[in-house]
Nanobody, 122 residues
């Protein structure tokens, strides 16, 4: 059983910083990439940033230059450092494990965390 557990959300003022982390635990043979997505009220879930096990990153245009994604592949952990936060960054942030293989013979599956709330407000 694979679980993704996020931590680090909360309330921050505009212009402030916040860090998120996500640990994937359980039976894990390999993960192609991990990432962060977010969903604001009344909106669809959208990509924030992803990072492959090899370190290649991809960012949404709206967060480039403000957010930094990093990982520790050995620990199946992904981080998101968010700087210069804006009210429009307010959302539930979800961790994703892309194309995770639980054992050498398992099929590839995506997994999601339960989400952590980030609120940017004065």
């Amino acid at each position: 059983q694979v679980q993704l557990v996020e931590s680090g959300g909360g309330l921050v003022q505009p212009g402030g910083s916040l860090g998120l982390s996500c640990v994937a635990s359980g039976s894990i043979f390999s993960i192609y990439a991990m990432g962060w997505y977010r969903q604001a009220p009344g909106k669809q879930r959208e990509l924030v940033a992803t990072i492959t096990s090899g370190g290649s990153t991809n960012y949404a245009d709206s967060v480039k230059g403000r957010f930094t994604i990093s990982n520790d592949s050995a620990k199946n952990t992904v981080y998101l450092q968010m700087n210069s936060l804006k009210p429009e960054d307010t959302a539930v942030y979800y961790c994703n494990a892309d194309r995770l293989r639980a054992t050498k013979w398992s099929i590839l599956r995506d997994y999601w965390g339960q989400g952590t709330q980030v609120t940017v407000s004065s």
